[in-house]
Nanobody, 123 residues
């Protein structure tokens, strides 16, 4: 049974930081492309970052680049998203996901999803 269990969300002030965790079971994160998405109220799910299964490839959305850092800890079978300099527009539900099919920025390319965790950034 594949599970992606997320933690680390919460309420922070603008300019603050959070680190999101996505702990996998039933799959090895070392063998999957791992993506991070977010969904703000009334908006479509938005690509944030992707961590490749090999070569250390990490790509970010324009909004995330320079502020967010995705990492993979294969020993812990967990991926992380460190979010710094948070802005109110970063508010939303953040999801981790596994297994893209080439179009890593597209949510439909992923097979498994975490339950999501709320990130709220106050102004």
């Amino acid at each position: 049974q594949v599970q992606l269990v997320q933690s680390g969300g919460g309420l922070v002030q603008a300019g603050g930081s959070l680190r999101l965790s996505c702990a996998a079971s039933g799959l090895k994160v070392s063998k999957y492309v791992m993506g991070w998405f977010r969904q703000s109220r009334g908006k479509e799910r938005e690509f944030v970052a992707v961590i490749g299964w090999s070569g250390g490839t990490i790509l970010y959305s324009a909004a995330a680049k320079g502020r967010f850092t995705g990492t993979r800890d294969n020993a812990k079978n967990t991926v992380f998203l460190q979010m710094n300099s948070l802005k109110p527009e970063d508010t939303g539900v953040y999801y981790c996901a596994a297994d893209s099919t080439y179009d890593y920025q597209c949510a439909e390319g992923y097979d498994y999803w975490g339950q999501g965790t709320q990130v709220t950034v106050s102004s």
